[in-house]
């Protein structure tokens, strides 16, 4: 039965991880909280960001269940929303340019310690509020997902997309650890957030040009 989805799969978590690699807030925050308070803090950041994704999960699916049964014009103006929000966010990124300081950091305020829990809330929360997440959701399970894909497969999707939210800032958080490493990727990391653009534009154009 799987098999039979794999391909709106494959192009689920395309989408989702080029999204998810797209530096933002949750970036910001994982490799603040690295340099700052160490790796277990930026790890437990990471898990809680990956929780976080549950919460636009859970309300997408249920909203997007009901539209489809009550309101189908509604959820073709939702595909053509989805649709334009990633072709926004494609020209966002690649119209970025070198940044100087990440979002949200303030490399010279104290550095005082920070409980496990405290990181997680803080993970959890940056996500999880994030309205752009809503956006981003809504646009990929009315867009990719169809409307006869079973619930319990879409709920299969956004298990993935959570493991994956955290596998990658943990990763991030291993990784930018290192101050010399975190300047580095802020000298360079616009040419990254550039080709991300690029390729969200272009998914973006097949979206529309299908519907």
Same mark, same amino acid.
């Not at 039965?1 to 978590?13: C, D, I, P, Q």
């Not at 303030?106 to 409980?115: A, C, F, R």
């Not at 497969?153 to 994956?164: D, H, K, N, R, T």
């Not at 550039?194 to 979206?207: E, N, P």
């Given at each position: 039965?799987? @098999?039979?989805? /794999? $391909?709106?799969? /494959? =192009?689920? =978590?395309t989408i989702h991880f080029l999204a998810v690699v797209a530096p933002g807030p949750?970036? =910001?925050?994982? &490799?603040? +909280?690295s340099v700052r308070f160490g790796r277990l803090v930026g790890i437990c950041t990471a898990l809680g960001i990956g929780a976080g994704i549950s919460v636009h999960v859970l309300y997408t699916l249920l909203g997007v269940g009901a539209l489809m049964h009550t309101t189908p014009w509604l959820l073709t103006v939702a595909k053509?929303? %989805? $649709?334009a929000y990633i072709l926004y966010l494609g020209v966002s990124l690649l119209r970025s340019k070198p940044k100087t300081v990440l979002e949200g950091d303030? #490399?010279?305020? #104290?550095?005082?310690? +920070?409980?496990l829990l405290k990181a997680f809330t803080t993970g959890f929360l940056t996500n999880a509020t994030n309205p752009k997440a809503t956006l981003f959701? /809504?646009?990929?399970?009315?867009t990719i997902i169809s409307a006869t894909t079973p619930l319990k497969? +879409? =709920?299969?999707? %956004?298990?993935?997309?959570?493991?994956?939210n955290a596998l990658w800032f943990v990763i991030v958080?291993?990784?930018? @650890? @290192?101050?010399?490493?975190?300047?580095?990727?802020?000298?360079?990391?616009?040419?990254?957030?550039?080709?991300? $653009?690029? &390729?969200? &534009? /272009?998914?973006? %154009?097949?979206?529309i040009l299908s519907m």
């Open positions: 039965m799987l @098999s039979n989805y /794999l $391909g709106e799969f /494959l =192009a689920l =978590a949750d970036f =910001a925050v994982t &490799i603040r +909280q053509v929303v %989805g $649709g303030k #490399p010279d305020e #104290p550095v005082v310690e +920070q409980t959701f /809504l646009a990929i399970f009315t497969i +879409q =709920a299969l999707y %956004g298990v993935w997309m959570c493991f994956v958080a291993l990784f930018f @650890s @290192s101050a010399r490493v975190r300047l580095l990727f802020m000298r360079m990391g616009h040419w990254f957030e550039r080709t991300m $653009g690029v &390729i969200l &534009i /272009l998914f973006a %154009g097949r979206l």
